[in-house]
């Protein structure tokens, strides 16, 4: 079972609204990730968490923050998002390996709508 | 650093036809993989094939190969016997040591009727 699974599919939001994006796997991976993606671009990454601990922020703004509850879960809290933030927001899980990088395997995103 | 590059933004391939997608990449690691992902219109991206860059042994799953040259830092995805699901945008990536995965611009394959 490779199943990763993202709520909500689409979210609509104001620029003065909080939401959260919820991500889970239970295929025992401990590296899960947060991506974002806009139309016909490669997904570009936020944050990547490992054995529950955030491993590598890739400079995002304050204004995402991300949660790891527990080794099946990854939240992305979001605050005071502006328009450009609209966009594909793709969570995914992998293994994790000290030598090279295992393959990830990809939820079906939650698309955001930044009004 | 590590770079990858898809040369070809778009392509096209009729219905049951055979079609190769380029990819070329760049690292300084000695232990890497390398992957083909495809995403679907407004669908899941979904993990096509990969490679481990020790194995000489050319990757295949079904209709979809890979032709890995080492030397060359080629990585190219030939898609056999091409049906109307294969349209998709295609992403080739490599992961070495850090858990990161390097993308390429993508590939936007459609399978003609």
């Known amino acids: 079972d490779t199943e990763v699974t993202q709520t909500p599919k689409h979210l609509v939001m104001g620029m003065t609204n909080k939401k959260s994006l919820k991500c889970e796997q239970h295929m025992g991976h401990r590296a899960m990730y947060w991506y974002k993606q806009k139309a016909k671009k490669p997904p570009e990454l936020m944050f990547v968490y490992s054995y529950e601990k955030l491993s590598i922020n890739e400079s995002v703004p304050s204004r995402f923050s991300p949660e790891c509850p527990n080794s099946s879960l990854l939240n992305l809290h979001l605050h005071a998002l502006q328009p450009e933030d609209s966009a594909l927001y793709l969570c995914a899980s992998s293994r994790t390996s000290g030598t090279a990088q295992v393959a990830q395997y990809f939820g079906p995103g939650t698309r955001l709508l930044v009004l | 650093a590590q770079t990858v590059t898809q040369s070809q933004p778009e392509m096209s391939v009729q219905e049951a036809e055979t079609v190769t997608l380029s990819c070329t990449y760049d690292?300084?690691?000695?232990?890497?993989?390398l992957f083909w992902y495809k995403q679907p219109p407004s669908r899941q991206m979904i993990l096509v094939i990969r490679q481990e860059a020790y194995k000489q042994q050319n990757a295949t799953e079904n209709r979809f190969s890979v032709n890995f040259q080492k030397a060359a830092k080629s990585f190219s995805l030939k898609i056999s016997d091409s049906q109307l699901g294969d349209t998709a945008m295609y992403f080739c990536a490599s992961g070495g040591a850090t858990n990161k995965l390097i993308f390429g611009t993508g590939t936007l394959l459609a399978v003609q009727p």
């Open positions: 690292t300084s690691e000695n232990n890497y993989y």
